[in-house]
Structure formats: C-alpha cells, structure tokens
C-alpha cells in the first residue's frame, strides 16, 4: 500500500539527523523543508522529495496544509476510575498537595475507585481517552499503572493497558507503576510491600510481557532513594527499563540516582538542583517535563530553559490524570511549555516529538518524518507550526496518518 503527499505548504520534519535526541541549541532546529512530497509505502516513509510521481500510489492534496510528526506523549496515567474536581476546588481555595492527600484525597483516591472497577468499564473509558488524544494528534502514547497498589489490580490496570496496545490505532508504551504511593494496607509495612513489588509483581510481569518500563515515584513522603534503587534494579534484572518520578516536591537526588540506573528519562522536575541539570546534560537521560501538573497546583514550573541552555535532552508530556493534570492533548501542553516554562516554540515541537520518541526508547522508528521511519504525521490546516500552540483551543488537525493510514478528524 503506498499513499503519495502532495504540494504540502511545508514539512516540519523535527529531525535529529541520526542522534537519538535533540539536546541545547539543537531543539532550536525544526528541520523545515518547503515544495516536498512525502512518499509512503507499507506504512513506512519512503521518500521525501521534490516532484515525487508514483503511478501506483494513492494521492493526497495537502495543498495549504502544513505536515509534522505525529505528537508523542511519553507520560500518562489515562487508566483510572472516577474524577476529583473537588481537589481542583480544594487547591482553589489554597490547599496543598500534601493537605489533600491527608484529607483522603491525591493518589489513594483514585486507587480506591480503580479497585472498586472492573476491566471492562476500565477499558471503554481509557479508550475514549485515547482516541481523544489521537484527534489532537498524539500517534503513541504512554501509559502507567500505578492506581491499583495491589496484585490484583495493578495487573488488572496492565492487562487494561495492554488490550488498548492489542486494539487502539494509537502505539501503546506500557510501564508499570506499582511504586506510585504506599497503599493504606501496607501503611506500617513498607518493606512487605516493596517485596511484594520486587518479589512477585516485577517477576510476573516481565514473565507475561506486559510492561515496557517500571517508574517510580521517588519523592517526599513515596518512595525513598533506597527503596527506588532497589526496585529499579530487580526491574532492570528482568528487563523493565527504568524511570522515575523525580524531584517533584522537593529535591530528592533522584535525578543523580536515575542516571545511575541509567533511566530513560525522569519526569516532572520542578524543584531539580543546578547540579542535577548538568548532571543530565552530560548524560543520555531524557528530562520529561510536565507543564500541566505546576499549572494545576499553583507551584513553581520546572526550568526547562535552565536546563535547554545547559545542554539536556528535554521532552515534554500531559501527565493525564484525574488529580492533577485532565489535560489530554499536546497541543495544550505545547503552548504551556512555553509560557510556563519559558521553552520557544521550536523547543516545544521537538520536545513534543522527537525527545517525546526517545523518552520511551522509539526515537530510532518515530518523532522525526525521516526516510526509513515510520509514517505517524499530523496534517494541520494550521496557517504555520507555531500557530498550533497559539491557538490550543482550536484543534487544527484535519488529518492523522498512522502507519501510513490516512485518518480524517475534519
């Protein structure tokens, strides 16, 4: 099957010409190209050229549309059950994180209403998320456990996750996030419970393949830096790539810890040290920064511009959840990136696509529109890239192509 893209008004192709990543000045290049086709054959970019002629093919006029990669959102919790706007009004009225949390609310609210849902309910509600997600424009998207903190429902939120990856048009990138918060019955027995992740959760998903990565959230008042190592390492042992949840509430050394396990990124960041910013930049570890989640509790962004101008590979992601971030599309989180975190607009696009890509190990086949990757492009009726983020609120993508599928959304 081969499907030809004609007469674009420009390419944004967001390549990293052979690096895994963009990183510094680099994520300043966008990789413009003007009076272009693209060539697909077999889901797979094949050319990308002037005047491309393929009798064989199928045509697309993208005639005053502008053409990109496919958004990547590298960090999610969409499998959940229930909302809490009353935390939004509680932190409306100036209550904190850890407060809520202590009035009943934040993570174990969630859990306790995942367990109560069965898989189908589960299932078709996330589904929804997804094919949201998908309108606006996001082609792969990571998804984390994390609301279950028990045998059973942990799995339960995996298998969820991995029927999506079976059935979605949307690619699925699992991780398993058991080490979300100590659930209330192990409240005395952390240590029951960390066995519990490393003793038979871990073992059991990497023996039924359903998990790409483990996370932790390594943080005041979750999980300690020895806990994470601990976790980490038996997770490495069996195959699980490592991530982490690092220095979201205060500054941990979780950053210095996750280069050592050599993670693939770590998320969120709003309170990283000087020191742990050139840490990352001299290494191959990926920040994923999630400008949603300060918007939503009122607190301090992470220093994305800080850390750009220091050299480090930065992506961006929505955080989806329904504690602290309901934001489900990139585009919002593009034009929060920059002006929260003070990001250019190029830097969001690319942190949003190619650096999104390699936050979860797929920067080789996706992120970039380059010959020999897969073919996951946005078509937008967008009058430029930058117009994308300036007008979140209206959805510009007339068109998704997934694996070199032409999906229409106008």
């Known amino acids: 099957m081969k499907l030809l893209i004609k007469n674009p008004k420009s390419v944004i192709t967001c390549s990293s010409y052979g690096k895994p990543s963009k990183r510094g000045k680099e994520m300043s290049d966008v990789g413009m190209r003007y009076q272009v086709d693209i060539l697909i054959e077999d889901g797979i970019i094949k050319d990308i050229s002037h005047d491309i002629m393929d009798d064989d093919a199928d045509i697309f006029d993208a005639s005053d549309k502008i053409v990109l990669p496919g958004f990547i959102d ?78 059973k429902n942990e799995i339960k939120i995996l298998e969820v996750a991995n029927e999506l990856r079976d059935q979605s048009i949307p690619d699925i990138v699992v991780t398993f996030l058991g080490a ?24 059991y998903i990497s023996k039924k393949k359903l998990a790409d990565f483990c996370d932790v959230f390594c943080d ?18 069996h195959g699980l790539r490592p991530k982490l949840h690092a220095d979201e509430l205060e500054p941990t050394g979780a950053v210095a810890l996750g280069i050592e396990l050599n993670a693939v990124s770590v998320d969120h960041l709003e309170k990283i040290s000087i020191e742990e910013i050139q840490l990352l930049a001299n290494s191959d570890t990926l920040a994923v920064l999630l400008p949603s989640v300060p918007a939503y509790l009122r607190t301090t962004p992470a220093p994305a ?7 480090c590979a930065v992506a961006i992601a929505s955080d989806f959840n329904p504690g602290t971030s309901m934001v489900d599309n990139m585009p919002t989180i593009m034009w929060l990136a920059i002006c929260l975190n003070k990001m250019t607009v190029e830097e969001a696009l690319n942190a949003a696509t190619i650096n999104s890509a390699a936050a979860v190990g797929k920067s080789s086949v996706l992120g970039s529109i380059e010959v020999g990757k897969q073919a996951d492009l946005i078509i937008s009726n967008a009058p430029d890239y930058s117009y994308i983020p300036y007008h979140f609120t209206h959805n510009t993508i007339s068109h998704v192509i997934k694996n070199g599928k032409l999906l229409e959304f106008s």
Request: hydrophobic residues 35%; without cysteine; neutral net charge.
């Open 74 to 151: 590298p960090h999610t919790h969409l499998i959940f059950a229930g909302t809490r706007e009353n935390e939004f009004a509680m932190r409306s009225r100036g209550m904190t994180y850890s407060q809520i949390a202590e009035a009943g609310g934040g993570i174990l609210n969630t859990v306790g209403k995942v367990r109560e849902t069965n898989k189908p309910k589960l299932r078709q509600q996330a589904s929804k998320y997804v094919d949201r997600m998908l309108s606006h424009g996001s082609t792969t998207i990571e998804i984390k456990s994390g609301y279950g903190l028990d045998f």
């Open 305 to 311: 511009r800080e850390m750009i101008d220091a050299g």
């Open 220 to 237: 005041k008042g979750f999980f300690t830096i020895d806990e994470t190592r601990e976790i980490l390492q038996v997770a490495s042992l």
């Open 180 to 203: 979300h918060a100590i659930p209330p019955e192990f409240s005395d027995r952390r240590i029951d419970y960390i066995d519990l992740i490393t003793k038979e959760l871990i073992p």
